[in-house]
């Protein structure tokens, strides 16, 4: 099954640009790159995902390599409020199952 | 309130009871979904359904079981609980299979 790779945790200093790197070497002509992040005692949130061209929206933008085994979340000014555990996942639209979240990024933002 | 919901958001149950999670949505979303987490597995896949009457299982199905006679609603069933069990259980939906999706607040339980 086609996984993601992400550094345990990473810290930023409050309004930086942060880039979260992830990889996914396995990955199939199918599979799309979704983000997802997790604050404390809540559900995961969506932020942003792409399939072969890099992608832009209100929260974040992902930049995706041409070979297409890696990615980068990139938050443009980090906030206090940014601080969460980031999700790298590769989801293939017509399988579930394939759809595997990981351990994720942990995100520290320091004021 | 319009969003997606859990009930209980926490709930203690003995081995071997029989426990409900309930989900709402009211988006009318066609997808839902229910995951558990827990640490060092991050979020697992246990069912999908893809509308009203169509569900499938996920990574982890085992020891669960679903409903979905509406749209809105998608329970899912611990028949007789195990300690294994424990866990947070979270509710998604979706528009469609690959659009992002909406997560509720989480259940917390725990079997005893």
């Known amino acids: 099954d086609a996984k993601t790779t992400q550094p345990n945790s990473m810290e930023s200093n409050e309004e930086e640009p942060v880039h979260l790197p992830c990889n996914h070497s396995?990955?199939?002509?199918?599979?799309?790159i979704h983000w997802y992040r997790q604050l404390p005692s809540q559900g995961p949130e969506y932020v942003i995902h792409g399939l072969t061209s890099n992608v832009n929206n209100r929260m974040a933008s992902l930049a995706i390599a041409e070979d297409r085994k890696s990615s980068t979340l990139i938050l443009h000014r980090a906030t206090l409020r940014d601080a969460a555990v980031y999700y790298c996942i590769l989801r293939d639209q017509g399988n579930f199952n394939k759809f595997y979240f990981g351990s994720g990024t942990k995100l520290n933002v320091k004021p | 309130d319009a969003g997606i919901t859990q009930s209980p958001r926490y709930k203690i149950t003995e081995t071997g009871r029989q426990v409900t999670l309930m989900c709402h949505q009211t988006w009318s979303h066609s997808y839902m979904f229910w995951y558990r987490q827990d640490l060092g597995h991050g979020l697992r896949l246990i069912y999908y359904?893809?509308?009203?009457?169509?569900?499938d299982k996920g990574e982890v199905p085992d020891g669960y079981v679903v409903s979905r006679s509406k749209t809105e609603n998608f329970p899912l069933t611990l028949e007789s609980a195990t300690r294994s069990q424990t866990s947070v259980y979270f509710c998604a939906s979706s528009e469609y299979s690959r659009y992002e999706q909406y997560f509720g607040p989480g259940t917390r339980l725990t079997v005893t």
């Open positions: 359904s893809a509308a009203a009457d169509i569900t």
């Open positions: 396995t990955i199939s002509g199918t599979d799309y």
